[in-house]
């Protein structure tokens, strides 16, 4: 008798690639949004905060000194 050797459909084959590359991809973007550790956080939020304070002394410098409207 001969044997027949069948190959796995290609809808499987597509399925376990899709998986695979979905758990790779997703692996990926978990590590990329996780949250970042407390000494990480309070550099970034020191650091933001140090830009908004001189971008404030620059607009300060820069605006005329205005008084009280009176209406």
């Known amino acids: 008798m001969t044997q027949i050797i069948r190959s796995k459909p290609n ?20 590590s990329l949004l996780a949250p970042q550790s407390c000494p990480d956080n309070g550099n970034q939020l020191d650091f933001q905060a140090e830009r908004l304070r001189k971008r404030l002394r620059e607009l300060r410098e820069t605006l005329p000194e205005v008084g009280p409207s009176h209406n």
Request: proline residues 0%; aromatic residues 10%; hydrophobic residues 45%.
């Open 11 to 30: 809808h499987e084959r597509g399925f376990t690639l899709g998986l695979v590359l979905g758990t790779l991809f997703g692996a990926s973007l978990g």
